[in-house]
């Protein structure tokens, strides 16, 4: 791959806070390659602080270098010239100021689990061993997946996707089980009386435990490793994770995934390894790309929130 | 502004007519041009380098910021890196109507900024207060700096840059 570098000589020059004027001949509004490296030098120039000018040399249909305008023009006309050259604008998004940022309407905040798990991003549930990180997790995918409540927070309710990479079927099914089990009534306020409280009615359950929308693999014999990540994190992705986009793109719709645990299905040294949320951004960064919505016929960019127990 | 105060002794204002052309051309004079440290040639080839054409030339040495030669390295050893401007009308032995090269400079001697050798580049490069133009080749960018506007030269549209193979 061929990359370019600012020559080190110009890189040794203070461009912050300078002026710096750039002056191709005056054909350049008739050469593309040249806009274009004139773009370039400007935000070169610009990102490392300088004030960029680009000089237009006024021309009667003849190629005008800025010799030649020199040659036909005083020192002054030369002034009066870069004087009139409008800023180029910066290469670079400018800071906000804080008045600025503050009258400015953003969305609220969306959660999964309110005030636990974001939607749209990366979460990490880290735990010692044993203390019931897993448990928790699918309780959470279980609440989500119905849009229940879930330790008094509210859930959105959401499709979900698990890998377990330690825990079998039948050890999911055990807990699966237990946790149903322990799922309480919720009370909700009756559409058209807003004064009194109805219960939930206990057979909404049975539907919840044939919920479609929760989807796993429990401890899948050809393996769960998703990505192998080297201490430099050059991520190279393994079958699992072809697997895993395609169960989302049959979803079809932004998923809670839950992938349990990190060490399981990321293989990476422990000690040298690189921030773990980076990583895990760039591999799942993929899965939520192009998640195709069937029914607006296009490919659209969708974020998919997930927890990694 | 900063000049250099080491101006040539006149009498090395040695070019020929058809630099002089060229130079005067360009809104330089021969004063300048050789405290720029530039001098004419008949035979490029012959006077300063194999690798380049039996033609009369302008050689156009660069210099860092600091004034001294930029120098690339070939066969085991460091050689000053020149720019040549031939000059005169080459003789094309062909059918086929050819573009004549009119500047030439040695292979693998990479790419570089061109300084006019006449502002102490020093300073400039650390005064931000200083403006700077920058200009496709050395003798708008010399001519810029005779009439008192710090300009540096740079050899190609984007000869700002310098490309390198393999990963980031």
Redesign the interface.
Known sequence: ??????????E??????????????SDISQKA??KE??Q??CS?LSERGAETYKVRLPDDNDKV???DY??DHS?DD?FDL?QSTNAASPSYVLPKTLKELMDTDYPPTQWIWEKFILKGEVNLLYANGGVGKSMLALNLAIHCASGLPFLEDTTTSTPVLILFAEDGEAEVNRRAKAIYASIKPVKKPPRKSPDLFGNTSLSDIPALKKNPSIKLWCNPLEGATLATISDTGEITEEPRLHNLRAELKKIGKPAFIILDSLIDLFNMNEILRPPVNSALKKVLGGVNCHAKVPHLGGNLHLKLPHLIC | MARNKNEPDESRYIFSDLAIKKLH????NEKNASQAGMYSVENAKEEVDSEFEARPALVIPYF??HGKPVQFARGGRQVDFVRVRYLGKAKVKSFIEKKVRRYAQMKGSG???Y?PKIYDWKDI?????????????E???L??CC???P??GIGG??C?????????
């Open positions: 791959m061929t990359t370019s570098k600012f020559l080190p000589e110009l040794a020059f203070q461009w912050a806070g300078r002026d710096v004027f750039v002056i191709y001949d390659r040249v490296a004139e370039k030098l070169i270098g800025l010799d020199l040659l020192d030369l870069l | 051309s360009s809104g330089v860092d910021i790419v570089h900024a300084f490069a650390q005064d931000t207060e200083q403006a700077i133009l920058i200009t496709e080749g003798l708008k960018a001519a810029a009439r008192g506007y300009t540096i549209v984007d700002f840059v310098v490309r390198q193979e393999g990963n980031r």
